[in-house]
Nanobody, 124 residues
Framework: QVQLVESGGGLVQAGGSLRLSCAASGGTFSTYVVAWFRQAPGKEREFVSA????????MYADSVKGRFTISRDNAKNTMFLQMSSLRPEDTAVYSC?????????????????WGQGTQVTVSS
């Protein structure tokens, strides 16, 4: 069974940076797509970014383009989200998700596996 475990969340001031990690296990990920979603209090879950486990294809939400960078380390079965120029509106629980691929989707229903999430809080 695929398991995803996030880490790296925390409290940061506006304009600062954080790097989130998502460690994956329990599967053969070569064809998978992995993604980050976030959910702020009282709001719906929102797509952030996605990447194919193999290759360089990525996708970003407009709200994070130019500020966030998704990447992965295949040898360590770990995905990352480097977040820069953080804003208070980026405050949310960030969750990683995986689908069997190969298409990159922004809809959460396309992802079969989910981590528990990590809190990111950006103070103004």
């Amino acid at each position: 069974q695929v398991q995803l475990v996030e880490s790296g969340g925390g409290l940061v001031q506006a304009g600062g940076s954080l790097r989130l990690s998502c460690a994956a296990s329990g599967g053969t990920f070569s064809t998978y797509v992995v993604a980050w979603f976030r959910q702020a209090p009282g709001k719906e879950r929102e797509f952030v970014s996605a990447i194919r486990w193999s290759g360089t294809t990525t996708m970003y939400a407009d709200s994070v383009k130019g500020r966030f960078t998704i990447s992965r380390d295949n040898a360590k079965n770990t995905m990352f989200l480097q977040m820069s120029s953080l804003r208070p509106e980026d405050t949310a629980v960030y969750s990683c998700a995986a689908s069997r691929g190969p298409v990159l989707y922004s809809g959460s229903s396309r992802y079969q596996y989910w981590g528990q999430g990590t809190q990111v809080t950006v103070s103004s």
